[in-house]
């Protein structure tokens, strides 16, 4: 069954490509010499090519998703008594495009499976359903708006324009940041001026994401891509393949998040930071709150929180009450939140049985960890990082292989071509420096250092100057790979 058939032609509008070039210049060109209300016009009209670019359908979509979450929050700040059935309607209209387009085949196969194993074979289980880019993210995005109107943390905008940039800004659009109406909305709302600043500020970072998407993350990608494919690696190769994903991933997605950024704040738009150097993590909770930080603090938001949090049962009482046996319930409603907001997180990566395990992974690690607390890890912060990497980076191999049984056989297996798994790790070790050494100058004894010396300054100038330096890297973008978390 054909649900949604590709559009022909073209491929998605990427931020290391020319045409992406072309099109922030021109919107950037003309931006500034407009007053607020025609800004955001021409923003949203240049959101909405962006999109459509690869399949004119995507803007319906994108329109729809705009259309009913604004009604919703008109209608709950409109009808407070019943602003819940507004909400819940929402809800199930969202969350329902997004597991059409993104879950249907999933559960279809394992229906088709299911059946097959109880001798029900012959199910037709093919779908042919294209995911929409970026739908993940303005999924959640625009559903935290009308959940926040309900919750009364903002309030439902009158102006649909707005609200339309709000939900389709194209530097944002695509692998987020997932932003908060608070943050984003009144900024669209006020007046912006042109800032020569904040111009080289969002040129430089918009820069360093080039590089680290163009130089580290494709570069590292070629040696995990020709180790995942090689039949039986060894346990070696493979555990070098696995850290090595560990780095592009991080290059490549915190890549993208900067070249976003860079290119919000070439508008006058600030959009939140989503990467705290996670390979500093001093433990695996430690490393959500460094690493996707907006998609962590969503889920933790409206998911873990409103499930109950860390709270005990029946009450508001403190955690643990004042018996010791009360720290029981406590803690299983703990672990059930955690487990249930881990794996909701994984299931939003993308629809396999291997996200699943691998936000099993993640909530089980955050348990361990806090049950053994009591061995004082933060007196040894250096073992605790070291440790945190170990287990983080492991679970990569959960996140980048489908396959459990090629994991469970390679992984913990023999190991064979010890010399060439060492040169390849060595390899990847080398394209990663500049991510370490931005981690260690980035920490705030050095930035008041830099601050204080007018370095900071120094350094965003020669990284415009760098920039003429990445156009040309650009020549190179029809070979380069997608970013990684655009297929979420």
Known sequence: MAALKPWPGRKPVTFQ?????????????????????????????????????????????????????YTAARAIAGDRENGRRYLVLAVVASLGALGFFKYAGFFVDNFASVLDTVGLAGFDSTLRIILPVGISFYTFQSLGYVIDVYMERTHARRDFIDTALFIGFFPQLVAGPIERAAKLLPQFERTRKFRPGQAASGLSLL???????????????????????????????????????????????????????????????????????????????????RWHITLSTWLRDY??????????LGGNRPLGGNKPESRRPANLRTAINIVITFVLGGLWHGAAWNFVIWGLFHAGLILIWRGASLLNMRSIKPVSIALT????????ALFREGDLAFIGENLFGQSRDVQLAAALGATALLYSIPLWLHAIVDQPRF?????????????????????SFIGILLLRADVSAEFIYFRF
């Open 17 to 69: 490509s020319f045409e992406y070039a072309v099109l922030l210049v021109l919107v950037f060109g003309a931006y500034w010499f407009l007053p607020r209300r025609p800004q955001n016009v021409l923003l949203l009209i240049a959101s909405y090519v962006f999109y459509a670019y690869v399949d004119p359908r995507l803007a319906l979509l994108l329109a729809g998703y705009t259309v009913v979450n």
């Open 207 to 289: 820069a360093w994401g080039l590089f680290k998407k163009l130089v580290i993350a494709d570069n590292i990608g070629m040696i995990v891509d020709d180790i995942f494919s090689t039949t039986g690696p060894g346990a070696a190769m493979l555990w070098v393949g696995v850290f090595a994903f560990g780095i592009q991933i991080l290059a490549d997605f915190s890549g993208y998040t900067d070249i976003a950024r860079g290119s919000a704040r070439l508008l006058g738009i600030e959009l939140s930071p989503n990467f705290r150097h996670p390979w500093l993590a001093s433990s695996p909770a430690d490393f959500w709150r």
């Open 303 to 312: 998911v873990y929180i409103p499930l109950g949090g860390s709270r005990p």
């Open 389 to 396: 990497f170990l287990l983080i980076g492991t679970g990569w």
């Open 447 to 467: 930035a008041a250092y830099w601050n204080r010396t007018g370095v900071s300054r120094t350094i965003s100038l020669t990284a415009v100057t760098l920039t």
